[in-house]
């Protein structure tokens, strides 16, 4: 077998708001009743929480977004996913759920910097003032012409998944939108 | 001539002069001036030439409703046409050259139709060039589009780059007028985000030009000081150069940022496109004075009242040393009072109101100017430039009094709300006619989601004229707001605004009133589009009676100005012809944008490589290093071809096809769709979802299957594989691996919201590579793993394991008619395991083949493309594809469909080979002709081809097509048209034309 490598390859546009390749991450993608009991439970010995709707919860390096009323995503160590997709099956034995390793499927981008969200914010049509947006929210949308999906670190810096295919578009466009610099407050002139 | 005065102009820095040419001629301006204010003060009058006659035109305003003063400004990556020289900011260098001329600005050519303007009515396009049609086409037309037209077309490559921003706030205010600052305090402190937009580079509006007094301050200090507050309160975010362009459904609003127009040049932004949410809108958009319509009211130095105060106070600009004011209403004698105090003349002001009395007009009389009321201009003197008036009685047909001497008329017919962002989303309009406007109807705003208000209005563009009333209504408005959106903290009071008194407007809507036919042809009512009284005067006598068939007809508003002045004047001329209320004539639809905005800011960052996403599979890379030629295939980019070099692309695809029948192919398949269906009803709603059956297919194999849309004609194929008892795999077309998706959850959350499935797109997650030709197995017992032997791995089965050391899932399933195995593995390894297939493989004549390839090997097979042999009208039998009907099933999408007369006639075309008599390839898309013609004079046809390519491997053209009764016509021959205009001959044979029975894919 050979190394696996992620659809950006560690590609970075530094700046004061850097924008970065998160390399690769273990991603399954969960669908179920996010209300069952056996959920819940096979969750718990992953010591994770349920989140709710809109939201992030995380434990060490592991995570669950929320992503649909009947859809989460887990996130784990590239290399724990097959432990932890078993862990899922163990854990739903005999209820209806649908576990799928989608961790090759999408690319992870950090971005990091001052005006991390103005950068967004240019391309997304989500609202990311201060007040609104804050650290363990998670948001499905879209990045100009693509689906994406972000969520913010308690750091302030910001994780976007977006599908493998597009991850160069994603990243050249949150790379221009940096470059391009902050939506200053302009007052009166 | 017009000048520049030597104490006036407050919003110039005359510590720095500024240079800038127009028509290539060197001028002078000071920082603060916009082009129009500096080409006055350089007295270059005549900015341009009008759209249909080419009469000499002039600045007639001096903001954003400006229809005359439009110049191409810039050069190169920086061109641009239809530039509004009152909204352009003067910067250093700046280059503007006027429009619509020929050969020069000051003598043109096309100033002929003025003198045949009594042949150019209303509708003389219509009329005239309508019969012989093909005349249009090949003479009218060009001849017309080459004297039309304003600006030129950029040639080069913009320049700039552009951005958009998305935010969400609770009070949008747009106008940062008295009113809009009002509402901006008064909903900031009850501690809503507000955001306030003001379209030019300064706040306030009007008010610090004409001098009104709040909380007993200069408006000017008033709004120095209330911008500070407003500063300090960091829920409130204010942006100047900024113009609120639209307001759309649920809140939703654009707004045009102007960054670096003022200064260009630089490597900064141009302009941003702001996207944003507000709970509520409040327009405190201002209003717009209107022109009154007399005679040669479009000659240069004609102008609206309060522009010609503006040019003075702001910009220290004189348009004339003698300025006659004609008006309907008080508020133009501040212009007369500003002239005046400003050291020039004022001979007259003509009011056409029999009686006049007030503040303003005593003030004017104490001033020593000449007030003569009930009086009218019978027609402005002079051409390129005023010189006189002739004044008559406003009762009368025009018969002269007196002329007077002039070099400008300050107009004023009264003062129209901008309602323009009010009536966007659906906001009412009702007619005022004591102040002879149109304004908001606060019983019928736009309304959101739940039936709730959520755009206001507030000050002028309320209808509330008098500075007392605007902020008031501005303060209420904003704090209405900020409450509407849930904010309810306690704030300061509301300011006091003081005012004179004024008198009554009366309405006036054509000057002298009973101007006779030769006046009204020369009372212009639309500058730019050249709409004159009497246009729209025989519009209505021909029966154009709706305001929206009237503005058609004469173009009335439709110029990029949008009607700004034009409107309410056009449908008021209307009315009278019509011998109706003003009400009752309506106004035409107000929509956005409210100026024209740049289709740079449109697109914001999606220009050059990021104008669109293109999607990447692992392999492109190596493909793109590899000699792909790439054709599109939605956004992916898929190699067509893999060109050596010293081939041409037709050298490779023969190539290709040649060795992966003799040798070994390989093609990245990875775009195919593959969707995981999953759960204890899955079997049973794929049974629905493909017309053949697919809950009986044993874990372990795979089964080709169709699908049909609920109307029965066929959308996608491609081949299922059983994964476990309750999971399936479904390949979909490259194509189909979005919509596919969606079509099912459609039908899972909308029809059978009960049935326990669970859909997933996976397609990203493996790159799948094909490996073809009779060397397939021996590349993969080679590089060893797992058993892919004919007995271990039969055709149509798939099995999982290791191909040279890399987690595969192996399918035997052949597109091509070759021993084939699909192989996908992780998509993060899907580079290397492509390279080590590419080394490993040399022995056996490894070649990458392309999308081409693909097509020519499956056509050689008579297998069908879903795209090529369906267009969204065939059906599965139209391909003979009966076999995939399941009968044992009770439903499925599409079975009901197909039992429709049409779809169920046996004559329907059906699909067959085709070989032409002379061994060429038939054009893609042509059509079988048979005998006769149609009603229409059409020759009859009775088929098409669907696919066509030349064959290697047969060293001839092959084809498929759907043909009238086809299947039953083998050896036939038929004729097939050709873009020369000549036939080809082809004979109907079976579509498989290579391999008939299989035997190379079953070894």
């Known amino acids: 077998m050979s190394d696996a490598v992620s659809a950006l390859q560690g590609r970075v546009a530094t700046g004061d708001v850097t924008i970065a390749d998160a390399g690769l991450q273990g991603m399954i993608t969960l669908r179920c009743d996010l209300s069952a009991k056996s959920l819940k439970a096979a969750c718990k010995t992953m010591g994770l929480a349920i989140p709710e709707r809109g939201q992030i919860s995380r434990s060490g390096d592991k995570a669950l977004c929320w992503m649909s009323p009947d859809e989460l995503l887990m996130l784990v160590p590239y290399a724990d996913v097959a432990g932890s997709l078993a862990s899922v099956e163990q854990g739903m034995k005999g209820q209806h759920y649908l576990a799928e390793n989608v961790s090759d499927a999408r690319a992870l981008i950090h971005i990091d910097g001052p005006f991390a969200r103005d950068v967004i914010a240019k391309l997304a049509p989500v609202d990311l003032h201060p007040d609104s947006f804050k650290p363990g929210m998670v948001r499905r949308t879209h990045l100009g012409q693509i689906a994406a999906a972000f969520w913010m670190r308690d750091d302030g810096a910001f994780e976007l998944i977006c599908f493998r295919s597009v991850a160069a578009y994603a990243f050249d466009l949150l790379a221009a939108s940096a470059k391009a610099g902050p939506v200053s407050d302009v007052r009166a002139s | 001539m017009s000048t520049r005065l030597a104490n006036e102009g407050r919003l110039l820095n005359k510590g720095k002069a500024l240079s800038f040419t127009f028509n290539g001629k060197n001028l002078r301006g000071y920082e603060g001036d916009t082009l129009a204010s500096a080409l006055l003060a350089n007295d270059q009058m005549l900015m341009g030439r009008s759209f249909k006659y080419h009469r000499p035109r002039s600045v007639v305003a001096s903001g954003a409703e400006e229809p005359n003063g439009l110049v191409n400004m810039g050069k190169g990556g920086r061109f641009e046409p239809n530039q509004r020289v009152t909204t352009t900011e003067l910067f250093e260098g700046l280059i503007a050259a006027s429009q619509n001329h020929w050969p020069s600005l000051e003598f043109d050519v096309g100033a002929i139709n003025t003198h045949l303007s009594r042949f150019l009515p209303a509708g003389f396009y219509y009329k005239m060039f309508i019969h012989p049609r093909p005349l249009w086409k090949h003479v009218y037309e060009p001849f017309i589009r080459q004297s039309a037209g304003l600006g030129k077309a950029p040639k080069d490559r913009d320049a700039d780059s552009y951005e958009h921003f998305h935010c969400h706030v609770d009070v949008l205010i747009v106008g940062g007028g008295i009113a809009g600052l009002a509402a901006a305090v008064a909903a900031g402190e009850r501690g809503a985000r507000v955001m306030l937009l003001e379209q030019t580079a300064h706040w306030g509006g009007r008010a610090v030009v004409d001098g009104a007094v709040i909380d007993g301050l200069p408006a000017e200090e008033w709004v120095e000081k209330t911008l500070q507050a407003l500063e300090k309160m960091e829920n409130v975010s204010l942006r100047s150069r900024c113009m609120g362009a639209g307001v759309y459904d649920h809140g939703y609003a654009l707004a045009y940022e102007r960054l670096t127009d003022h200064a260009p040049d630089t490597n900064s932004l141009r302009h ?141 017919g009264g003062w129209s709300p901008v309602v323009h962002l009010w009536s966007h989303c659906g906001g009412k309009l ?45 303060w209420a408005a904003g704090r209405a707001a900020a409450k509407a959106a849930g904010h309810m903290k306690k704030g300061a009071q509301a300011p006091l605004g003081e005012d004179q008194e004024e008198g009554p407007i009366s309405p006036v809507w054509l000057m002298p009133q009973g101007a006779n036919y030769a006046l009204r042809s020369k009372a212009w009512l639309d500058f730019q589009n050249d709409v004159k009284v009497s246009d729209v005067q025989l519009a209505a006598q021909e029966g154009f009676e709706s305001v929206e068939h009237a503005k058609r007809y004469t173009t009335l ?23 109706a209320d003003i009400p009752n004539v309506g106004t035409t639809t107000f929509r956005p944008p409210y100026t024209p905005i740049s289709l740079g800011a449109i697109g914001g960052a999606a220009a050059n490589d990021l104008f669109q996403p293109v999607r990447k599979t692992p392999i492109s890379d190596w493909s793109n290093d590899n000699g792909a030629d790439n054709e599109p295939v939605g956004h992916w980019r898929r190699p067509y071809a893999y060109v050596r070099d010293g081939e041409s692309v037709e050298d490779a695809v023969h190539r290709e096809v040649r060795n992966t029948r003799e040798n070994l192919g390989l093609l990245d398949a990875s775009t195919l769709g593959k969707l995981i269906v999953k759960g204890p009803d899955a079997g049973k709603f794929l049974d629905m979802m493909y017309t053949n059956m697919m809950s009986t297919l044993p874990v372990g194999k795979c089964r080709y299957g169709l699908m049909c849309s609920e109307n029965g004609f066929l959308m996608d ?177 599409g079975k009901r469909a197909h039992l429709r007369s049409h779809m169920a006639d046996p004559h329907r075309w059906k699909l067959v080979g085709l070989e032409t008599l002379d061994g060429s390839v038939l054009p893609d898309g042509a059509y079988a002709i048979a005998d006769g013609t149609n009603e229409n004079g059409q020759v009859n046809t009775q088929g098409r081809v669907t696919s066509t390519y030349y064959s290697a491997n047969l060293e001839r053209g092959i084809a498929m097509g759907l043909v009238r009764n086809g299947p039953d016509r083998m050896g036939e021959v038929i004729e097939f048209n050709k873009v020369d205009g000549t036939t080809v001959k082809a004979k109907i044979v079976d579509p498989v034309v290579y391999d008939k029975e299989g035997a190379k894919q079953n070894v």
């Open chain 2, 272 to 412: 941003r496109l702001w996207r944003i949410r507000a709970k509520q809108i409040v327009t405190a958009t201002g209003a717009i004075e209107r022109p009154l319509s007399f005679a040669g009211n479009d000659v240069p130095g004609v102008m609206l009242a309060a522009a010609v105060r503006d040019y003075v106070v702001n910009y220290g600009v004189s348009v004339g040393d003698r300025t006659v004011v004609v008006t309907n209403n008080d508020d133009a004698y501040r212009t007369a009072i500003t002239l005046l105090e400003a050291g020039l003349a004022v001979p007259v002001i003509i009011d056409a109101r029999t009686q006049a009395a007030g503040p303003l007009i005593d003030q004017a009389r104490a001033l020593g100017i000449r007030v003569e009321t009930g009086k009218a201009i019978a027609k402005v003197k002079g051409g390129k430039r005023v010189t006189g008036v002739a004044i008559c009685a406003q009762a009368g047909e025009g018969s002269v009094l007196e002329e007077v001497a002039c070099d400008c008329v300050a107009m004023s």
């Open chain 2, 430 to 474: 009702m007619w005022d006619a004591d102040q002879v406007m149109f304004r908001p109807d606060p019983e019928k705003p736009p309304t959101g989601d739940k039936g709730q208000p959520f755009v206001s209005t507030a000050g002028i563009a309320n209808g509330h004229l008098f500075t007392a009333e605007v902020v008031g209504d501005g």
């Open chain 2, 557 to 579: 508003g439709m110029a990029t100005d949008q009607g700004k002045l034009s409107n309410i004047n056009g449908l008021a001329v209307l009315a009278q012809s019509l011998n």
């Open chain 2, 717 to 893: 194929d491609g081949v299922v594989a059983r994964m476990s008892e309750d999971t399936w795999l479904c390949h979909t077309t490259t194509g189909g691996a979005e919509h596919i998706h969606a079509h099912m959850e459609d039908w899972l959350q909308c029809e059978w919201w009960d049935w326990q499935v669970y859909v997933a797109n996976v397609t990203e997650q493996y790159a799948q590579i094909a490996v073809v030709g009779p060397n397939a197995r021996k590349l993969l017992e080679k590089l060893g793993g797992m058993d892919v032997s004919a007995e271990v791995l039969p055709f149509m089965q798939w099995r999982e394991g290791q191909i040279g050391g890399f987690d595969a899932r192996v399918f035997r399933i052949s597109f091509s008619g070759e021993l084939s195995y699909e192989i996908a593995v992780p998509a993060g390894q899907g580079a290397a395991f492509w390279t080590t297939l590419m080394e490993a493989g040399e022995e056996f004549g490894i070649m990458p083949y392309g999308t081409e390839t693909l097509h020519i090997l499956r056509a050689e097979k008579g297998f069908i493309m879903i795209g090529d042999e369906t267009d969204g009208t065939v059906i599965p039998q139209d391909l003979n594809l009966g076999w995939a009907l399941s009968k044992k099933k009770e439903d499925y999408l």
